[in-house]
């Protein structure tokens, strides 16, 4: 890559690094049942009760989340299905003032939300399967395309992918069978500058 090219590539990272961060440095946690891997543990009761806990969960300001019970105390809340702030006691990694002043508010509502549980209104969940060999294969490749890309180009690993990108581009190429269709999630500076590059790095490998 030329020098010229080169500068224009941090230049453009720089900018989308920095509006990636205003936007999300204020940013609350949106919770999903998808965010707790062991959801398919729990009966309608306990999904119903678990269903409540994000709801509410996801109506809280940033600053609120952070003085409330951790997502994976929230599971544990779902499957012990305490009745009142007393029983939260028994959980640990609930705040003492958390239990204080919504202990007795949280449960009720909580138990509540079982009380109209309807089996039928419930899916099953079932266990997510643990990686496929070709899942492993694909994202070992994409590693190493892109640690050859971080070498050539001089950028750090942590700035050139992250797990969540890796995860998006795994799903794409097994979709396809072709490495080369991980590159349908890249955006911004990724798909106008690394895209082209990882496919000549790709067809090295093939």
Request: charge should be neutral; glycine fraction near 2%; proline fraction near 4%.
């Amino acid at each position: 890559m030329k020098k010229t090219n080169k500068s224009e590539l941090f230049e453009d990272i720089m900018s989308e690094i920095a509006l990636e961060w205003f936007e999300k440095i204020d940013q609350p946690k949106k919770l999903s049942l998808d965010s707790f891997r062991n959801s398919w543990e729990l009966d309608y009761i306990s999904l119903a009760a678990l269903e409540y806990l994000i709801g509410w969960y996801n109506e809280l300001t940033l600053e609120k989340q952070r003085s409330v019970p951790k997502p994976n105390i929230l599971f544990s809340m779902s499957k012990v299905l305490p009745q009142s702030a007393d029983d939260l006691k028994k959980i640990q990694g609930i705040p003492f003032k958390f239990i204080k002043e919504e202990g007795d508010k949280i449960t009720g509502r909580m138990l509540m939300a079982t009380y109209n549980a309807d089996p039928n209104d419930f899916k099953i969940i079932k266990p997510k399967s643990y990686r496929s060999f070709d899942e492993i294969k694909m994202n070992a490749l994409i590693k190493m395309i892109f640690s050859e890309i971080s070498c050539a180009l001089s950028i750090a690993p942590e700035i050139l992918c992250n797990d969540i990108l890796i995860k998006e581009m795994i799903k794409e190429a097994l979709n396809d069978n072709n490495v080369l269709s991980s590159t349908k999630v890249f955006k911004g500076w990724r798909e106008k500058h690394i895209k082209k590059c990882f496919s000549e790095y790709c067809n090295s490998y093939s």
